[in-house]
């Protein structure tokens, strides 16, 4: 049961008061047979003064419109890993489309990559979005045959092939990936990083 996940104060959803500029990020389980091991990542963004809000996800790269960011397009069990107010998440949210355009359409591949999460996982590198997405999210690490990055966090860097990786920084902690699975010690907040569940034992995503 232990190996299943467990996270302790995972950040509460909840819309955002005001009309200012919104970011989050946010994750949907999967649902059949890999329903305890993979994930789905979006981004919704709110511009000031308006009260829908864009969904941005993989495949291929778009947007659509919504009432409610914690009502996915598919799956459940809705995750916030992290949430942007204000002038930053202007830029952020300014970011995006043009960033979107950059990835372009590449061939989908559930495993190891580039998928839903890839797309994701690149443009909070590339608009500066600083979270980690759980490491249940399949696809977030997929960095080619042979590719090196600075970490979505903000503050680590990572290595990776579909065969082993690595990730190191100075909040991120320690990531080994083997197979795209991950394993490791996120040091804030604490957790022991596991490829199943919750993706780890310990206090929720910053």
């Known amino acids: 049961m232990l190996l299943t996940g467990c996270v ?22 999967l649902e059949g ?21 864009t969904i941005w996800e993989c495949c291929s ?8 960011p914690f009502t996915p397009s598919f799956g459940s069990e809705v995750r916030l890993h992290g949430v942007f ?9 300014a970011c ?13 591949g559930f495993y190891p990559g580039p998928n839903s999460n890839t797309y994701v996982e690149t443009i909070m590198r590339w608009c500066d979005i600083h979270a980690d997405l759980p490491s249940t999210a399949v696809g977030k690490d997929y960095r080619g045959w042979v590719g090196a990055s600075w970490s979505s966090g903000g503050t680590g860097f990572q290595i990776e092939t579909p065969l082993i990786g690595l990730k ?22 604490p957790a022991i990083i596991v490829p199943i569940g919750e993706g780890r034992l310990g206090f929720g995503d910053r």
Request: charged share 25%.
């Open 8 to 29: 302790i104060f995972p950040q509460r959803k909840t819309i955002p008061s005001g009309d200012d500029a919104v970011v989050m990020v946010l994750t949907t389980r």
């Open 33 to 53: 047979p890999i329903r305890r091991i993979a994930r789905h990542a979006y981004l919704a963004v709110r511009h000031p003064g308006d009260p829908e809000w």
């Open 61 to 68: 790269p778009g947007s659509h419109g919504t009432s409610d």
């Open 85 to 93: 107010r204000g002038k930053r998440a202007e830029r952020m949210a």
């Open 96 to 108: 995006i489309p043009g960033a979107t355009e950059r990835y372009g359409d590449p061939e989908y």
């Open 168 to 189: 190191l920084g100075l909040t991120e902690g320690i990531e080994l990936h083997i197979f795209s699975l991950s394993f490791g010690l996120d040091l804030w907040p």
